[in-house]
């Protein structure tokens, strides 16, 4: 509708699949707090959060092109990059302070339990925690978080403002600015690529950390991933070709879990991955292959609880390392602990945020 202030895009419940699995994947390879010293279980299981920046720089693409077919001058309401970011953050700091929460109380207790805690070294141990609840892990100011995992919130929230005028400027005039947003992910992954040889987020470069144009890379990717869908979801295609592109869409998705898991040491093998989820994306998001007759509703559901299970399963691995720190039994019984755990504190925190929104 003209004038909408924020236009409500139609849920694809195939990505919320894609959310739920990817983020089981981040999960495994975390899972190597606990288990015993044995190392990440899928080696390159990191490089999966570049889907969820690849998604949120599509779908906000996605959102702003909308608003500029209807009408929207491009000079107006130039509080939006803010007034957006601040939507997606905010929807994310109640699990963020519920887990804070969780994670202070039951790692205070295991440390009174067994007979370790010290006023000295909680102080110091939980001097970064306000950083982390500012979200400043992209910035270099924190030395030692506590919540890794939120730098990807970080990133996100410094990254996606900046993305946001640079996705305005592209949509309005393209030429140049089209040109840097294809430009931008290709320069920053080459030099992750040449110079840190990996995907990480805590190298400092200047005085940010790598984090931030991991982010900056994946967000305007999301752009590019829009622009590409988009001219192939206009081309007429025979009912083979679409049979064919789902074979495609399944298999770089498929690809891409098992070289993170079993081909890690293949050369720039971080970066074929990458690849893999780009293209599988484009595809996913032009609507041209037959995955379009399995978006069930009920991936919904899982998909819902994927922010939760994101942002408290790291802490989680934490807290099964220090109370089992001394249990020396089966590997499968720590997993078992860690992700049981974790599916259930998700659960508990969606519950209680829905309860508080509906009594506002």
């Known amino acids: 509708m003209h004038g909408d202030k924020y236009i409500v895009l139609n849920r694809d419940n195939r990505i919320e699949l894609y959310r739920f699995i990817f983020t089981i994947l981040i999960m ?29 720089g599509y779908f906000t693409y996605s959102h702003m092109y909308r608003r500029y077919e209807n009408g929207e001058v491009e000079t ?16 994310m700091i109640p699990y963020m302070l519920m887990t804070f929460i969780f994670y202070f109380i039951a790692e205070i207790y295991g440390q009174i339990h067994y007979n370790h805690f010290s006023f000295t070294k909680c102080i110091k141990g939980y001097s970064g925690a306000i950083f982390d609840l500012l979200l400043l892990q992209v910035t270099g100011i924190c030395k030692n978080p506590q919540f890794n995992a939120w730098w990807y919130l970080s990133a996100l929230a410094f990254a996606l403002p900046i993305v946001i005028i640079l996705f305005r400027k592209s949509i309005a005039y393209e030429g140049g600015y089209r040109w840097l947003m294809l430009a931008s992910p290709l320069m920053i992954y080459g030099y992750f690529s040449m110079v840190i040889n990996k995907l ?28 590409f869908a988009r001219k192939l979801e206009k081309i007429k295609l025979s009912q083979m070709t679409r049979y064919i592109l789902t074979i495609m869409e399944i298999g770089f998705y498929l690809l891409s879990i098992l070289i993170s898991w079993k081909y890690n040491k293949i050369m720039n093998s971080t970066f074929i991955i990458v690849f893999l989820l780009i293209a599988g994306l484009v595809i996913t998001f032009s609507n041209q292959s037959y995955t379009t007759k399995v978006n069930f509703k009920c991936f919904a559901i899982l ?3 994927t922010t939760p299970l994101y942002i408290c399963h790291y802490s989680v691995g934490g807290i099964v390392e220090l109370y089992m720190s001394q249990y020396n039994g089966s590997v499968f019984y720590r997993y078992l602990i860690y ?22």
């Not at 015993?36 to 690849?54: K, Q, S």
Request: overall charge positive; aromatic content about 16%; proline content about 3%.
């Open 76 to 91: 107006s309401d130039k509080s939006f990059p803010i007034d957006y970011t601040w939507r997606k953050i905010k929807r």
């Open 303 to 305: 998909g819902s609880i």
């Open 339 to 360: 992700y049981g755990i974790s599916f259930i504190l998700a659960i508990v925190m969606l519950v209680i945020n829905k309860v508080l929104k509906n009594e506002k």
């Open 200 to 227: 990480d987020w805590e190298t400092l470069i200047g005085i940010t950390r790598s984090g931030f144009f991991r982010g900056f890379a994946g967000l305007c990717t999301g752009g590019t991933i829009f622009c």
């Open 28 to 56: 495994i390879f975390h899972a190597h707090r606990v288990n015993n010293g044995l190392g990440h279980p899928i080696p390159l299981g990191h490089v999966f959060v570049e889907f969820f920046f690849f998604i949120s």
